[in-house]
């Protein structure tokens, strides 16, 4: 018997096999939750539905997060499936591509900052707004955050401030939810090849550093974060909300690191 066994969990941002939502879909589902996965748009709700299969979901919603009508909708059929869930995973994020290259200055827009904010911020607050009279005692929301909120990363340019804005998100909304017992956390993972961090510019060379400086000298996987994210949202966790969980090898620890 896993440790989410009678957990039901909502999760959003499987895109494919290599997303971080797919690994915390597996060990979830290997901990005895019951899943229930959203998809973006209809090229990839067959790719998606099959993915679900490999690991017993039955429920597969669409989900646009930039849209509060498709959220409450998905919501609406998800009560035809369930009365409650105890679980949600927001792991979205976007910016246009233009703006994850080159310089800070020259590559930041008003359209694209309202954006990456809007899908990658905004967006975790609203599936708790519309979600949260389906929420179960004892439940736990997460959010896939990365380094580039607290600390300046090359490429990452607005994606930063964006990532910062949903981990204040996460402390304001654990404030707000603790009363009912519902609990709010954040797990920012190491930089791991998705199709989203493929936009990144040079982000085969990011790894690569990565990999050369983390304690752990290597990049972490799908699997690293699947089961943090599988901890965060047990009863196992239970005392813990407003936090950001690194997942990253221990990179964010190194202050400087010397030519082996």
């Known amino acids: 018997m896993g440790f989410l066994t009678g957990k039901r969990a909502v999760i959003a941002g499987i895109a494919s096999d290599r997303s971080i939502a797919w ?3 597996q060990a979830m589902a290997r901990e005895g939750a019951e899943i229930a996965l959203t998809y973006q748009s209809e090229r990839l709700a067959e790719r998606v539905r099959e993915m679900a299969a490999e690991i017993g979901a039955s429920i597969c919603l669409p989900l646009d997060v930039s849209s509060d009508e498709e959220i409450m909708r998905m919501y609406e059929s998800l009560a035809g499936h369930w009365p409650s869930f105890d679980i949600l995973v927001h792991s979205v994020a976007f910016a246009p591509r233009e703006q994850l290259v080159g310089r800070y200055l020259d590559t930041v827009t008003r359209e694209g900052s309202q954006i990456a904010h809007d899908i990658s911020s905004y967006s975790f607050v609203a599936m708790a707004k519309y979600g949260r009279s389906m929420l179960s005692k004892q439940s736990a929301l997460l959010t896939l955050s990365y380094l580039g909120a607290v600390r300046s990363i090359p490429n990452y340019n607005i994606m930063g401030p964006a990532k910062a804005s949903l981990e204040a998100n996460v402390r304001f909304m654990a404030a707000d939810l603790g009363a009912a017992g519902v609990r709010v956390n954040g797990i920012s993972a190491g930089p791991i090849k998705t199709l989203a961090a493929s936009g990144v510019g040079d982000f085969r060379q990011m790894l690569q550093h990565f990999a050369s ?25 239970s005392g813990i909300t407003g936090e950001i969980v690194y997942v990253d090898g221990g990179f964010h620890t190194v202050g400087m690191s010397m030519p082996d």
């Open 213 to 237: 400086i983390a304690p752990l000298r290597r990049n972490v996987t799908i699997e690293d974060v699947g089961n943090a994210a599988a901890f965060l949202c047990s009863d196992l966790a």
């Open 23 to 25: 690994g915390i879909a």
